[in-house]
């Protein structure tokens, strides 16, 4: 990069979207940074980020698995609340199939810790994890993903409308992030050349 005359581009964050003084209950913290995973749905990871547009903020809750690196799930919304967190959960569950007793991990933010989400998490059979208080680093897979997003992506365009972000984001996650981009975690392979991978060792 140094030869090419090439640097990376990195903004600051200027909005929150983590909201933790709430009185729902926390869950503890059974991830630990203990990141690697040697199969798919045995831990998912969630989080919230934020879009600007020409029309306002565009939210984007995600979910990652921790062993192919995958966004197995996502969902846009022009409010940050429950409903957002619960619709990428539910497009992870329709997409994946996970056995109960996965892992979803997350921060703090009330979104996660209220009593509908919760409760989803429980039907499913899904044991439910959280950040220690104020610690960004043990949720590090997931803002690495946002991180990644608003560095290749969002820094890169301006949005008119809220529907012209979520679809160039849209095309981002599926026709790069999962299919082309290398990840050095899985020997530099994509998440779905990994995962199949995988699903071809388990066969043999």
Known sequence: MKAAGIHSM?????????????????????????????????????????????EGWLYLAAV?????KKVVGYAFSSRID???TLSALDMAVRRERPSPGLIFHSDRG???????????LAVLGIRQ???RK?????????????SCLKCERIHLRQYGSRRAA???????IEAFYNTLRPH???????????????????AA
């Open 129 to 131: 994890s959280m950040s």
């Open 64 to 68: 990652k698995d921790l062993c192919t």
């Open 82 to 84: 429950t409903q957002l």
């Open 166 to 172: 979520q679809a160039d984001i849209f095309a981002y």
């Open 184 to 202: 050095s975690a899985i020997g530099w392979l994509s998440p779905c050349a990994f995962e199949l991978r995988l699903r071809n060792a388990s």
């Open 10 to 54: 990195r903004k600051k964050a200027y909005e929150t979207t983590t909201n933790s003084r709430h009185c729902h209950p926390i869950a503890p913290n059974l991830l630990k940074r203990q990141f690697p995973f040697a199969q798919p749905n045995q831990a998912w990871v969630g989080g919230i980020t934020y879009i600007p547009t020409g």
């Open 134 to 146: 104020g610690d960004p680093y043990d949720n590090a897979v997931a803002e690495n993903f946002f």
């Open 110 to 120: 009330v979104q996660y810790a209220a009593e509908a989400f919760r409760d989803r």
